[in-house]
Nanobody
């Protein structure tokens, strides 16, 4: 089992910044992907950013140049730095991890990000 705990969401004005954190614990040795999804009201969940196999990062087109995903291996933590936020970024953000050995996806409880205009 893998546990993911997110933190860092909140309310921010348009143009502002937030940093989300996701700490992984449990059976994490075979995790090969970690990243962030988000789901806005009435919309489908979408990928925001992720570290794929080999460590390269991928981003949704809508956040390229504004969001940066990073990781701190010693703390088993992944971060999402979000800059130049707009109201369209308002959503619940979920950290996720993929376990190559069990072929299971894990998600955190989600953290709300609200951007006011």
């Amino acid at each position: 089992q893998v546990q993911l705990v997110e933190s860092g969401g909140g309310l921010v004005q348009a143009g502002g910044s937030l940093r989300l954190s996701c700490a992984a614990s449990g059976s994490i040795s075979s995790i090969s992907v970690m990243g962030w999804d988000r789901q806005a009201p009435g919309k489908q969940r979408e990928l925001v950013a992720a570290f794929r196999y080999g460590g390269s990062a991928v981003y949704a087109d809508s956040v390229k140049g504004r969001f940066t995903i990073s990781r701190e291996n010693a703390k088993n933590t992944v971060y999402l730095q979000m800059n130049s936020l707009t109201p369209d970024d308002t959503a619940v953000y979920y950290c996720y991890a993929y376990d190559t050995m069990t072929r299971r996806n894990y998600w955190g409880q989600g953290t709300q990000v609200t951007v006011s205009s």
